[in-house]
């Protein structure tokens, strides 16, 4: 039994999902070949315009299901993807340094969110939290492996680090009862949507994904703040 910083509403069933982070830049990198530096920015244009059509769909259901206001999240999201002067730099570095498109973004990717994460602004933190998800939707564009975390989680509790907006305003869709991350806070995006829509959670647990074993049930009890594993039948 853990009692983490936060939590909303109640629920219980088998663990569910395993974690997804973005790949490590060093399992990334590889040579472009001269001749195909244009194909390469041409194929992050795409994943960018992929991934903005993605969260134009999640924005048009938050603003119908948690309201105009958060939905603004989702709107400061989309402008991260258009972001002209991070995009210039990353093509610059694609033709200048002859290395493939995932490489050079998550490069300027992990600059970006080193310098904010050192920030004691909350603000400026959550801004890094909505940066590293919408990276991650171009990464799953531009690497062929666009990972839902929910598909698979059906009638169970989902466990992860951390769930993007997006992804907890799916969480109906994918009839997911309830979550538990280690990251998060009472103010993160993820938090908000979560309590605007009343789904159960708790955040901050520490260390959650090393301590409940796979196929445990698992009741989260968010009112209080506990994540209970395999609890003693009455």
Known sequence: IWRPPWGCGWSTSERGWTP?????????????????????????????????EEL?????????????????????????????????AVCHDIGKL???????????????????????DAYLKEMANDI???AAKVFGYLIGHHVNKLSNNKGKI?????????EVVLMGKYQVPGFAT???????????????LSIPGVVGVSKLLEKIPDNATTIIDGENGWVIVNPEKA
């Open 182 to 196: 280690s990251l998060g806070g009472q103010t993160s995006h993820m938090t908000l949507i979560a309590k605007s």
């Open 20 to 52: 997804f982070s973005l790949p490590q830049s060093r399992a990334l990198r590889a040579l472009a070949a001269d001749g195909v530096i244009d194909a390469e920015v041409r194929r992050l244009q795409i994943a960018i315009a992929s991934a903005r």
């Open 98 to 120: 002859k290395l493939n498109a995932e490489f050079i973004y998550n490069r300027h990717l992990q600059r970006t969110l080193t310098s904010l994460r050192k920030s004691q």
């Open 132 to 134: 590293n998800a919408t």
């Open 158 to 166: 989902a466990l992860a680090e951390d769930f993007s907006p997006g």
């Open 56 to 88: 134009e769909q999640i924005h048009d259901e938050a603003d119908s299901s948690v309201g105009n206001q958060l939905a603004k999240i989702f709107e400061a999201q989309l402008l991260i993807l258009d972001d002209k002067a991070f995009f210039d």
